[in-house]
């Protein structure tokens, strides 16, 4: 199994620019998870998702963060327009929806905004 | 809701020394408990996992967690330290309802 796969791995983009994250959860998996990880608040849940349907939101910071599950295998999370306190480590995770709930990261993506 | 504390941000041992990493927590219902590793510039990957069997869990990398209901506890242990094992560490609990919590992370740096 390739396990979660998210791109880019890193992405360097000017403020008031869009940015979209993109993520492939593990094959099976029917929970999906955006974190936000910096070094002042550590690792944040921004979003989670079961079978498509974003469950949780309480997280997302503003209205300028966006998440969408198109279907099983792909999520995506946009910032429009950006700012430079965006700057962060994003990771998706996948779990499969029975106990214990384990979740599985990807590598995550560096987003640098200047 | 549940949550961990971890005790210690940061916690640093010599090699072939004892790794202690403290992880106390709060739930309503039996938890699930799990530690987590974070090598830099990767993602988290799962180290070991409590699911109300065995109270002493074992997991990769020689770690191992022993879960203690009556001090609510679940601290992760390694009798010697390696160099390799220099990493982020995440104490996280998990209810029913897939909402997974998790601490601020300890930090282990180890000496030569």
């Known amino acids: 199994d390739a396990g979660v796969i998210q791109s880019p791995r890193h992405e360097v983009t000017e403020m008031g620019q869009e940015v979209t994250l993109r993520c492939k959860p593990i094959?099976?998996?029917?929970?999906l998870f955006w974190y936000r990880q910096t070094m002042m608040r550590g690792l944040e849940l921004l979003i989670y998702f079961n079978n498509n349907v974003p469950i949780d939101d309480s997280g997302m910071p503003e209205d300028r963060f966006s998440a969408k599950m198109p279907n099983a295998s792909f999520s995506t999370l946009k910032i429009q327009p950006s700012e430079p306190r965006d700057s962060a480590v994003y990771f998706c995770?996948?779990?499969?929806?029975?106990?214990?709930?384990?979740?599985?990261f990807g590598p995550g993506t560096r987003l640098t905004v200047t | 809701a549940q949550s961990v504390t971890q005790l210690g941000s940061h916690v640093s041992v010599s090699e072939g020394a004892l790794v202690l990493l403290r992880c106390n927590y709060s739930s309503s219902v039996p938890p699930y408990l799990f530690w987590y590793v974070q090598y830099p510039n990767q993602g988290l990957q799962l180290l070991l996992k409590y699911t109300s069997a065995a109270t002493l869990v074992k997991g990769i990398n020689g770690f191992e967690a022993e879960f203690k209901k009556s001090e609510t506890s679940f601290h992760l242990t390694k009798p010697s330290a390696h160099m390799s094992d220099a990493a982020e560490y995440f104490c996280a609990v998990s209810d029913r309802n897939n909402d997974m919590r998790f601490g601020a992370g300890t930090r282990l740096t180890v000496k030569p």
């Open positions: 094959s099976g998996h029917n929970s």
């Open positions: 995770a996948s779990s499969f929806a029975a106990l214990p709930y384990e979740q599985y």
